[in-house]
Every structure is written in structure tokens, then in C-alpha cells.
């Protein structure tokens, strides 16, 4: 019944990520970043977030990312969850995010596009791909749980 029942549709969602990334602009002086490799398969993100401490929101994120599609893709996904929330509602997004690749209970509702990349809980190599940008993210905020 969902539009995202579908595994096809996954794969069309995840395509559309790696060929058509959001959020890519560059990044001024403003924004924080963090660099992070995954050596398994090769993936490397440079993660910029542009966070407002007084709103306490993120007002922005880029990145330059290489790597297989589940990571770019990853990545491109995260940037529209991200965008606009405060670090505890990001930190609700992370937990289930993970729950989710992890074979773990989480809400679907929370996670937009990055759903399509439940089926990576069924290829372990392919987790670390999928949560690099995530923990690039923690890397730059600092305080988060490890993943
Ligand atoms: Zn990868």
C-alpha cells in the first residue's frame, strides 16, 4: 500500500541519490566539517554542517563524498533529514537510522528517503557505507552515541 513497499522502489530512490545528489554547494568558512574513510569498500566523505548554537538548528549541509552508491546516496539522504532540525531530533534520526540497518526496531516515519537503504541490514559489509555519513555527522557535532 505504501509507496515504499516495494524493493524496486528502493533501488529507484537510491539511483536517483547517486546521480541527482541534494544539498551540493560550496561550503564557506561558516560551516564545520569532518573528513571520515570507510577502508572496507573504499567510501570518503568530507561532511559540512553550517549549525546555528543559538537556534540550536542546523541551518545547513554539504559534502564531497566517493564511494559506492549506498554511501553517496546515504549521504544525500541524510542532508534532507538533517536540514532544519536540532541536534536532539537529529539524534532520534541517527538511533533509528541505525536501528534500522541493524536488524533493530525503529520508525520508518522519521526516516524520509532513507528507507530504501533498509535492505544493507541483510548485507553487513554494506553497513558501514550506509552510516558513514552519519558518523561523519557525529564526528562533527562531537557529543552524539557512538553507532
Ligand atoms: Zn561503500
Do not use: W
Not at 39 to 66: A, F, H, M, R, W
Amino acid at each position: 500500500m505504501s509507496y515504499f513497499n516495494d524493493e524496486s522502489m528502493y533501488r529507484e530512490i537510491i539511483i536517483d541519490h547517486t546521480k541527482n545528489p541534494r544539498n551540493i554547494k560550496k561550503p564557506n568558512d561558516d560551516y564545520k566539517k569532518a573528513y571520515l574513510k570507510n577502508p572496507s569498500c573504499g567510501d570518503e566523505i568530507t561532511l559540512y554542517v553550517l549549525y546555528d548554537e543559538k537556534e540550536n538548528k542546523v541551518k545547513d549541509i554539504t559534502y564531497k563524498v566517493s564511494g559506492c552508491s549506498i554511501c553517496c546516496a546515504s549521504a544525500s539522504m541524510m542532508s534532507e533529514l538533517f536540514i532544519g532540525k536540532t541536534k536532539e531530533e537529529i539524534d532520534k534520526i541517527i538511533q533509528n537510522f541505525n536501528n534500522m540497518v541493524t536488524g533493530q526496531e525503529y520508525d520508518e516515519d522519521m526516516l524520509g528517503d532513507a528507507i530504501s537503504l533498509k535492505g544493507v541490514v541483510n548485507v553487513p559489509p554494506r553497513i558501514k557505507c550506509a552510516t558513514l555519513g552519519y558518523k561523519a555527522f557525529q564526528k562533527v557535532i562531537g557529543d552524539s552515541h557512538e553507532m
